[in-house]
């Protein structure tokens, strides 16, 4: 199994709504990653989590809340979000923080109204 | 900070050997340069790595010189399949590599 599954691959919300992102992989990775990509823009890297920990945060509005249940697994909880806030949301795992191939999933897009 | 620099675009026809450069003036000692393609809508995919010399695989070959300050992702015989925009990545040393930051990206359109 060498994929990365997220899920819902589309979510419209409103402004007030609570929703979350899921990202599951079951390759062993110890490296899991969300990027934020915009049309027609490069994939932008939010946050980083090694070995189940928070290692890198980007700077990223606290409206995003990242979380790891578990090695496989990668959520991120979205609330109060804005409309510039629309974009295709891609999770990523790698074998080890920092090295090897990036196993990218479909994405999420996220449209908020 | 690690950046890479990439042409906006390039042209080709089917059949033609596409080269991209990229330019990674600030890379790290101990830094892999690593090429993804994207797909509309889709996720990137991982095309190549390497760390210095010549790297080849089934679908493309990368080439970099001495000084690592550059890159160069080699398709041979381009298809119509093969449109689609090609980043390459290189890892911040300050931050064990974690931190893989995308370039611009080169969008390829390979025509009949």
């Known amino acids: 199994d060498t994929e990365v599954t997220q899920t819902p691959k589309h979510l419209v919300m409103g402004m007030t709504n609570k929703k979350s992102l899921k990202c599951e992989q079951h390759m062993g990775h110890r490296a899991m990653y969300w990027y934020k990509q915009k049309a027609k823009k490069p994939p932008e890297l939010m946050f980083v989590y090694s070995y189940e920990k928070l290692s890198i945060n980007e700077s990223v509005p606290s409206r995003f809340s990242p979380e790891c249940p578990n090695s496989s697994l990668l959520n991120l909880h979205l609330h109060a979000l804005q409309p510039e806030d629309s974009a295709l949301y891609l999770c990523a795992s790698s074998q080890s923080p920092g090295r090897g191939e990036l196993f990218f999933g479909e994405g999420s897009r996220l449209t908020v109204l | 900070l690690a950046k890479t620099t990439q042409p906006i675009s390039m042209d080709s026809y089917e059949g033609q050997e596409v080269n991209i450069t990229c330019s990674h003036n600030n890379i790290a000692t101990n830094d892999y340069i690593t090429w993804y393609q994207q797909f509309p809508s889709q996720g990137p995919r991982f095309i190549i790595q390497?760390?210095?010399t010549k790297v080849t695989n089934e679908v493309a070959s990368l080439f970099i010189p001495a000084d690592r300050k550059s890159s160069t992702l080699s398709l041979p015989r381009v298809s119509l399949s093969d449109t689609a925009v090609y980043y390459c990545l290189v890892g911040e040393a300050n931050t064990g590599f974690q931190k893989l930051v995308f370039g611009t990206g080169t969008r390829l359109l390979v025509s009949p």
């Open positions: 390497g760390y210095k």
